[in-house]
């Protein structure tokens, strides 16, 4: 066989066997992040799915989110991708989730476990590199902290995808000031950091779509609940009514002029009686479903300082303070006792939250996208966020003496009338609820 043959058949087995070594690598690269999808997707199933119904402390539960984050932490960090002789892992996605979901003091425990476990490892280069990233981003992970809390399902998004490219750009940083980097390194990294990228966008919004189908679930068991509410109430309202009608009846025959006056007097007193238990059971109908008829013009700034006004007397006793910002461009459509029953009841739980006095702060304006904005903000003890859900469920109530029904049907009141409700509030800081409604032409 001629010598320039044997090469050939050489150099073919030889890019034969590389391009399978090449293939072996890579499947392996592709495995090990495939592994740690999973480990970073087992603990967010399990908290939604056995975790967030049972636990209703807000401390259990940040302490077994951190638990559930922290071990999808150390199982990423010991399972990592090697590629070009270097250890990449996806250790930023739990700890930028648990910090983001689970608040300060889980960021913090994450952070630190990050530190200790990389020391288990190996106190090398890749340790001080770690350290040094932490150091450089935590701070600016926990500011964000808050507003990633506060805002809508996009914006958490984008926020989480900025945070997680700032983290991630800095640990690239201190990796090449540490270490002789190559452009084959610089390619891996920047490979890395593109799917880090696209991890954190899925997990977000993963886990958005999660807590949406967890709070419509909520509203759905709710529902049912007012239905049941709305059956009750109807068939006492029947069966009640039937002999009241009869009694006043009877009582109005009995109101004869040779009755004597005290008689007269208490037959007087029976149907004011009877037709103050009419009224009720009005109410209680109002329960099951909001009546919306008879809606007119109202301004919502005079009936809010009117019912201020009111409740003036009240507030000095309870060493309450009140600052009012109220715009004369008020107007919406609604049943004005219906509504002044809802800003009433409002107000009063803001006043009553505060035992040792403190301000509530009132404010009605229009917004600019057609809405008017009622704003009743206090000093009191605040809610925690579960306490926060779970506000305006049927017979659930924060006060001793509440039955809870007070602010379901506040809610249902503004929802009859077409607007929303929203609610924030922290835990021996104070508690704002603001109501939207559509402004009148």
């Keep these: 066989m001629p010598l320039y043959v044997e090469n050939l058949n050489l150099d073919r087995r030889t890019e034969f066997y590389y391009s399978r070594i ?7 690269i592709i495995k090990d992040f495939v592994l740690q999808l999973t480990l970073i997707a ?22 077994v989110l951190s638990a559930l984050w922290g071990l999808s932490l150390i199982f990423c960090m010991s399972f990592p991708a090697i590629a070009s002789n270097y250890r990449l892992d996806l250790r930023i996605v739990p700890l930028l989730m648990g910090t983001l979901y ?48 506060k805002a809508k399902k996009a914006k958490k998004v984008k926020i989480a995808i900025f945070l997680s490219l700032f983290y991630t750009l800095v640990g690239i940083t201190w990796f090449c000031t540490l270490r002789n980097v190559s452009w084959e390194s610089l390619g891996v990294q920047a490979v890395h950091l593109a799917f880090i990228l696209l991890v954190i966008w899925f997990f977000t919004t993963l886990n958005e779509n999660m807590k949406e189908i967890h709070q419509l679930r909520l509203e759905v068991q709710n529902a049912g609940k007012l239905q049941v509410i709305s059956d009750l109430t109807s068939v006492f309202a029947h069966e009640i009514r039937n002999p009241m009608q009869v009694t006043r009846g009877f009582l109005q025959l009995l109101n004869e002029p040779d009755l004597t006056d005290q008689k007269k007097k208490y037959i007087r007193l029976s149907i004011e009686e ?27 700034g005079n009936l809010l300082q009117r019912i201020l006004n009111i409740l003036d007397s009240y507030t000095t006793s309870q060493n309450v303070a009140v600052t009012t910002d109220i715009n004369d461009d008020c107007w919406t459509n609604a049943v004005p ?16 939250s505060m ?30 966020k579960q306490e926060i859900d779970r506000l305006g469920s049927p017979f659930y109530s924060l006060k001793k003496s509440g039955t809870g029904l007070g602010m379901m049907i506040s ?25 939207l409604l559509p402004k009148a032409g």
């Design 22 to 28: 090449w293939q072996v690598k890579n499947m392996t």
């Design 411 to 435: 809610f249902q009141i503004i929802r009859s009338f077409h607007g929303k409700v929203r609610v924030t509030s922290e835990k021996n800081i104070g508690t704002e609820i603001i109501i």
């Design 355 to 384: 035992p040792n006095g403190g301000t509530v702060w009132a404010s009605c304006a229009p917004t600019g996208d057609g809405q008017i904005q009622i704003s009743i903000k206090d000093q009191g003890i605040g809610m925690t």
């Design 102 to 149: 689970g608040g300060f003091g889980t960021g913090v425990i994450l952070a630190v476990l990050v530190i200790l476990y990389r020391l288990y490892i190996g106190f090398d280069t890749g340790f001080y590199t770690t350290v040094l990233a932490l150091l450089t981003t935590m701070p600016v992970i926990l500011y964000f902290q808050k507003p990633f809390e």
């Design 274 to 300: 009877l037709d103050r238990a009419n009224e009720i059971i009005n109410d209680l109908l109002l329960f099951g479903k909001p009546s919306t008829n008879c809606t007119e013009r109202v301004n919502v």
């Design 42 to 63: 087992l603990p967010m199933f399990i908290y939604h799915t056995f975790v967030n119904d049972r636990l209703k402390n807000d401390k259990t539960q940040r302490l």
């Design 337 to 352: 006792q219906k509504l002044n029953q809802c800003l009433v009841n409002i107000l009063k739980n803001a006043i009553e």
